[in-house]
Nanobody, 127 residues
Framework: QVLLQESGGGLVQAGDSLRLSCAAS????????MGWFRQAPGKEREFVAT????????YYADSVKGRFTISRDNAQNAVYLQMNSLKPEDTAVYYC????????????????????WGRGTQVTVSS
């Protein structure tokens, strides 16, 4: 059982930056792919970014590529999402997710690839 707790959300203006954190407990964090997803009101949950268990591979949604950076600290059991140049369309609840299986070679971009989820943190970007 992996427990995830997000933090760092808030209300910012367009162009600002935020850094989301996700603290993990339980399981073996260093063996698990981690991801960030988001869900805006009235929309389905969508993939944002993912990082391999070693941290060597990262993938991003086209909508955030070049603005967001995912990283992890296996010693601290934490994953981060640095969000720069925020836009109003980035407004959503952001969820941290952990893979069900250890040592997955190719990080998944589907929510079905993840078995553990945090409760989410709200990010609101005003124009």
């Amino acid at each position: 059982q992996v427990l995830l707790q997000e933090s760092g959300g808030g209300l910012v203006q367009a162009g600002d930056s935020l850094r989301l954190s996700c603290a993990a407990s339980g399981g073996t964090f260093s063996t698990i792919v981690m991801g960030w997803f988001r869900q805006a009101p009235g929309k389905e949950r969508e993939f944002v970014a993912t990082i391999s268990w070693s941290g060597g591979r990262t993938y991003y949604a086209d909508s955030v590529k070049g603005r967001f950076t995912i990283s992890r600290d296996n010693a601290q059991n934490a994953v981060y999402l640095q969000m720069n140049s925020l836009k109003p369309e980035d407004t959503a609840v952001y969820y941290c997710a952990a893979d069900l299986l250890p040592f997955r070679q190719v990080p998944g971009i589907s929510s079905r690839d993840y078995g553990y989820w945090g409760r989410g943190t709200q990010v609101t970007v005003s124009s």
